[in-house]
């Protein structure tokens, strides 16, 4: 089975500073990869989901960024951190070459707080 | 484009009653469909999902939903609560690569 990795647990980072949270997946190959976050009463906002090496797809323009440099890695940045970007981050994956019909597994998040 | 609903932020019930989590999602394609639990700090857990075949599913810790596709909604449902299940729990929908959350549904087990 899949295991999401996440680093860190919880950030804490003035506004105007950069950011990169990575995340790493073990137990499968060319997995579909997605970087959600979650805001307390508002679910899951999809930011990211990439099907492969450099292939990135954004969801919502924002101040966040995000790059897929090796087939089972995954990093969210942003190069000036605001005060709405706080906020849980998840990492999570598919099984190889999924169309929607292999669930999401989750990674841990990781707590982010800008101030 | 699809939407997730969840109809109840919150959900108080006493332990060892029924409950049921109400889903309603709209889509003009297929889509597939799942349940996560979430517990405090934590990721999402898969509880059950819904591809085809049977309209009701079971899944982990007694849980079970049925897919109803007249009235596009997604029902979780458990007999009888523990106090272990109190935890905020989600619906989504999948198309293609991309899975959609409602905005998820406390479930608070009092004793």
Known sequence: SQTIHQWPATLVQPVGSPLSLECTVEGTSNPNLYWYRQAAGRGLQLLFYSVGIGQISSEVPQNLSASRPQD?????????????DSGFYLCASTGTASWGNSPLHFGNGTRLTVT | AQSVTQLDSQVPVFEEAPVELRCNYSSSVSVYLFWYVQYPNQGLQLLLKYLSGSTLVKGINGFEAEFNKSQTSFHLRKPSVHISDTAEYFCAVSNFNKFYFGSGTKLNVKP
Not at chain 1, 73 to 79: N, R, Y
Request: charged letters at 25%.
């Open chain 1, 72 to 84: 089972r890695q995954f990093i969210l940045s942003s190069k000036k951190l605001l005060l709405s």
